[in-house]
């Protein structure tokens, strides 16, 4: 755990989340400020910075979150009508919280330009 990470803080149960779902490699939970009626953060609990620091070794943890957006979709009930995942890396991606995370996003009709 990084001890000044928000997400890490959420998975130690030392801030508070809005919890959806947890597995022992896995954490998802509502985003604070959503962008459309479902907004989930699906972390691993493992404190990763970004996506850029993913090593090959981490393919099936890489799979298995993409596996659970999937999964979570469903259970949110909008698999449907569509969503969005999306992961923002850097400064240049947008990446506000370093620490690895998908955004599952959906429950409206998405805009077409990604950025
Ligand atoms: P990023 O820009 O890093 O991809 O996205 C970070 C996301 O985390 C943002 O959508 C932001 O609203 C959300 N967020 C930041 N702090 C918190 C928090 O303390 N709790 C929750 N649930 N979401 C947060
Ligand atoms: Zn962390």
Redesign the pocket.
């Given at each position: 755990m990084a001890e000044q990470c928000?997400?890490c803080r959420?998975v130690a149960g030392e801030?508070?989340?809005?919890i959806v779902y947890q597995d022992k490699d896995f954490l998802a939970?509502?985003?604070?400020?959503?962008?459309a009626p479902i907004?989930l953060?699906i972390i691993p609990k493992a404190h990763i910075t970004s996506l850029a620091q993913l090593a090959d070794e981490q393919q099936e943890l890489a799979g298995r979150l993409v596996i659970l957006a999937k999964k979570l979709a469903e259970k949110e009930g909008i698999t449907e009508r569509g969503y969005r995942l999306?992961?923002?890396c850097g400064s240049e991606g947008?990446?506000?919280?370093?620490h690895l995370?998908l955004?599952l996003i959906g429950g409206r009709k998405l805009g077409d330009r990604l950025g």
């Open positions: 928000i997400f959420i801030a508070p989340g809005d939970f509502r985003d604070i400020s959503p962008q907004h953060l999306v992961i923002n947008g990446q506000l919280v370093p995370h955004h």
